[in-house]
């Protein structure tokens, strides 16, 4: 279970901050809405760990994770953009993913090809980012979430902008993770993403 | 959830800020003890010595005034160029002409001296073309023609690099407004381009003068007399010559005040912009002609083709024989070679140093947020066009003048400063890769913890591979031509290949003096070529591009 309580946060200068509440199951998702402004990528970022929060505390079964380094948090975020290293292949991308000085076992190896093939992209693993659509790059990016094995996404509008056939497939590899028990949060503008993802809406 | 790997090696945030510090402050501290110890030698600072002497006074004066009117006729022609390069991005030979705009700043001074003197000497081409056409024309090389020529031929193709880099950063949206509503000449330029060029004008203008001012092998070979003499000269003979340190340390103070307070000036404004060319190149937008404007353009190409070109097809011609020439009794090998040796045993360790240095003080800048941490490598990176090598080596010379008792120490410190003269310019060229993450990557790779060794070798080290190999190359290339400090330290019974080369032409030798420019020449096209070669991508890594005229729409 997430629990995330009273997580304060305020931008220097601001005079107006933000007060995050709230807990989340194991295979629950929570999409969070509101204007560009309104704090969603702040609440992803203070559980990423990109910002550190002025008070408030955030608990992964039990322990507290708000002091903790992102390497060191059970997190993966994926972006709207910018997911992928641009001057390393696929397949480099996704094992970093694995293993940060990329060590790989061979098995490790073997997920990295059955992700790809899960997705449709086997025969994209030594392409280059540039090489790649905005859709394929963004189930690039959610093959190496995946295979992280982290208890909870973190989806910075990561549909956004792409074309139908590439939502619907991202919509069913993250409707398979959460079945797998991965919490999810979606910050997301579309209102299908929300209802088709989602358990629980928060507009902030 | 899968089990954390171990820490990354060099993981600890120590391991990017300490070693940038630590250097920042050594050569803090060396550069103060220099200045210090030239200080005391002075015996308190008596500016007034040089105002009473007539001698001096001109020194200063003269000084000032040739690299002022460097930077005004460098600058005049670069416009004009790199105006034309922006303009037109394809036609037979642009790549060709950028590469050989790119050598003058690392062409060794005291080649292409060699070259502009086959050219425009009593002997050279220019002039004796000069002599048909208009006979008693009364050119001389010798004196401020010929130092403003050999300024020109270094500055203008840099200067018109570096303004074609910020001409090529104006967005092509806004390019294609002007094109749209046929701007052309002043409202061309008042709109689209003097915006563009104007935050680089006051880098650049100190950069020229700057290399200007401190220039030495050029006054040396060219000035032809105490005339046109200029600080950096003054400073080598009182110390070489007349032993008279405490006149060297006070002109020594003089041109650190004045190089220190223009650059000082320059940072007040809050200097951004690159001072180095950068080799990617934009595609282009077709803006509005002038009348005759491709004739007019196509002239000036050729005139500054010319120009570049000349004098280094006049080392190689007159080179090559000297070179191939392998039956003489002397051949010219006998002092080449040891040269090239002395020559390579200094610049590899000053190449490598700089680079090196180049990483840890970009490093441990990226990695501080404190103003003080973020100051001290900074200066570090800029000191040597502050504090000009000449005057760095006068101080060192002062302070360790009872010590250096062998060439290896004398060489060790030519090693170390000429690896700290190339410290601007490597620094330019690694920054952009070291920062060219954006903050979306940089937070991916936090989160799937790729630090330390990890960061290094699989984010970085594929982006900094090739610019790295190319700062290797400046900076071996800048210590292969040196001439200034190696005067200082070095000794005339072993000399490098720029002192060499310089005997040879103090003695008349020529022939031999041109093989050993063309020698010189080859020997850093090679160091280029196999630095490029080595720094390239693998095959599979790079990115294929789709041709310009896909990207841009098909003017009508």
Do not use: C
């Given at each position: 279970m997430f629990d995330v309580k009273h997580l304060c946060f305020r931008y220097p200068g601001q005079t107006d901050g933000w007060e995050y509440h709230f807990s989340l199951a194991p295979g629950h998702c929570v999409a969070i809405h509101g204007a560009s402004g309104s704090g969603k990528t702040t609440l992803l970022n203070l559980i990423a760990g990109f910002l550190q929060p002025d008070s408030g505390t955030i608990h992964w079964e039990g322990k507290a994770i708000e002091q903790l380094e992102p390497w060191n948090r059970p997190v993966t975020t994926v972006f709207q953009e910018h997911n992928l290293f641009e001057h390393l292949d696929v397949a480099t991308n996704i094992g970093l993913g694995l293993h940060p000085g990329l060590k790989l076992t061979p098995e490790q190896t073997k997920e990295i090809q059955q992700g790809l093939e899960r997705t449709g992209l086997a025969a994209f693993g030594t392409r280059m980012p540039g090489d790649l659509s905005g859709g394929q790059r963004q189930r690039v990016a959610l093959v190496r979430a995946i295979l992280r094995r982290q208890p909870l996404l973190l989806l910075d509008e990561p549909l956004t902008g792409l074309d139908t056939e590439a939502k619907a497939s991202l919509r069913s590899m993250l409707l398979e993770e959460k079945s797998r028990g991965v919490a999810l949060i979606l910050a997301s503008h579309d209102e299908d993403d929300r209802k088709l993802l989602a358990d629980h809406y928060w507009n902030l | 959830m899968r089990s954390t790997p171990p820490p990354a090696p060099l993981s600890h945030p120590g391991w990017q800020l300490i070693p940038g510090q630590l250097l920042g402050l050594a050569l803090v501290i060396l550069v103060a003890l220099g200045l210090g110890s030239m200080l005391i030698t002075a015996g308190g600072l008596d500016l007034s010595t040089v105002f009473n002497s007539r001698y001096l006074r001109g020194v200063v004066w003269f000084t000032v005034w040739q690299a002022m009117l460097s930077v005004l006729l460098s600058l005049a022609l670069a416009l004009p160029v790199a105006r034309t390069l922006a303009r037109y991005r394809r036609f037979p030979g642009r790549s060709a002409l950028l590469r050989v705009m790119e050598l003058s700043l690392v062409l060794p001074t005291i080649v292409a001296v060699s070259g502009i003197i086959g050219v425009y000497g009593r002997q050279g081409w220019g002039t004796g073309l000069l002599n048909e056409w208009f006979p008693g024309h009364g050119w001389n090389l010798y004196g401020l023609n010929g130092i403003l020529l050999a300024h020109i031929f270094f500055n203008a193709p840099l200067a018109a690099r570096v303004m074609l880099q910020s001409l090529e950063t104006i967005p092509p949206s806004r390019l294609r407004i002007a094109s749209q509503l046929g701007l052309r000449g002043w409202w061309l330029w008042r709109s689209v381009e003097w915006p563009a060029l104007r935050p680089v004008l006051p880098g650049l203008s100190a950069l020229v003068f700057t290399l200007c001012f401190t220039s030495f092998a050029i006054i040396m070979t060219l000035g032809g007399g105490p005339a046109a003499t200029t600080l950096e000269v003054a400073i080598y003979q009182a110390l070489r010559f007349e032993f008279d340190f405490p006149q060297a340390a006070v002109l020594a103070v003089i041109q650190l005040l004045i190089c220190g307070g223009l650059w000082w000036l320059v940072f007040r404004q809050r200097l951004e912009s690159s001072l180095l060319p950068n080799r990617q190149l934009s595609h282009s937008v077709p803006l509005k002609p002038w009348p005759a404007q491709?004739?007019?353009?196509?002239?000036?190409?050729?005139?500054?083709?010319?120009?570049?070109?000349?004098?280094?097809?006049?080392?190689?011609?007159?080179?090559?024989?000297?070179?191939?020439?392998?039956?003489?009794?002397?051949?010219?090998?006998?002092?080449?070679?040891?040269?090239?040796?002395?020559?390579?045993?200094?610049?590899?360790?000053?190449?490598?140093?700089?680079?090196?240095?180049?990483?840890?003080?970009?490093?441990?800048?990226?990695?501080?947020?404190?103003?003080?941490?973020?100051?001290?490598?900074?200066?570090?990176?800029?000191?040597?066009?502050?504090?000009?090598?000449?005057?760095?080596?006068?101080?060192?010379?002062?302070?360790?003048?009872?010590?250096?008792?062998?060439?290896?120490?004398?060489?060790?410190?030519?090693?170390?400063?000429?690896?700290?003269?190339?410290?601007?310019?490597?620094?330019?060229?690694?920054?952009?890769?070291?920062?060219?993450?954006?903050?979306?990557?940089?937070?991916?790779?936090?989160?799937?913890?790729?630090?330390?060794?990890?960061?290094?070798?699989?984010?970085?080290?594929?982006?900094?591979?090739?610019?790295?190999?190319?700062?290797?190359?400046?900076?071996?290339?800048?210590?292969?031509?040196?001439?200034?400090?190696?005067?200082?330290?070095?000794?005339?019974?072993?000399?490098?290949?720029?002192?060499?080369?310089?005997?040879?032409?103090?003695?008349?030798?020529?022939?031999?003096?041109?093989?050993?420019?063309?020698?010189?020449?080859?020997?850093?096209?090679?160091?280029?070529?196999?630095?490029?070669?080595?720094?390239?991508?693998?095959?599979?890594?790079?990115?294929?591009?789709?041709?310009?005229?896909?990207?841009?729409?098909?003017?009508?």
């Open positions: - | 491709h004739l007019l353009s196509a002239a000036l190409l050729l005139v500054f083709s010319l120009f570049l070109l000349l004098p280094l097809l006049a080392i190689g011609i007159r080179g090559l024989p000297a070179l191939l020439a392998l039956n003489t009794a002397h051949s010219i090998y006998e002092q080449l070679l040891p040269a090239t040796g002395r020559s390579l045993l200094i610049a590899l360790p000053a190449g490598f140093g700089s680079v090196a240095a180049s990483l840890m003080i970009l490093a441990s800048i990226n990695k501080t947020k404190n103003p003080i941490m973020k100051a001290i490598p900074t200066t570090t990176g800029y000191l040597p066009l502050i504090v000009p090598p000449i005057v760095l080596g006068t101080g060192l010379f002062l302070l360790l003048r009872p010590g250096l008792g062998n060439h290896t120490q004398g060489w060790v410190l030519v090693a170390l400063i000429n690896s700290l003269m190339a410290l601007p310019f490597v620094i330019q060229i690694l920054r952009g890769p070291l920062n060219g993450l954006d903050s979306h990557s940089l937070r991916v790779a936090d989160q799937l913890g790729i630090l330390g060794w990890y960061r290094w070798r699989r984010i970085y080290w594929p982006l900094l591979r090739r610019p790295m190999a190319l700062g290797l190359a400046y900076g071996i290339a800048l210590s292969m031509g040196d001439f200034g400090v190696i005067a200082l330290f070095g000794s005339p019974g072993q000399p490098t290949l720029p002192v060499l080369l310089y005997q040879q032409l103090g003695s008349y030798q020529v022939s031999a003096a041109a093989g050993t420019g063309l020698w010189l020449l080859m020997l850093l096209v090679f160091i280029f070529g196999l630095l490029s070669a080595i720094g390239r991508p693998p095959a599979h890594l790079q990115k294929k591009r789709l041709p310009e005229a896909a990207l841009e729409p098909k003017h009508v």
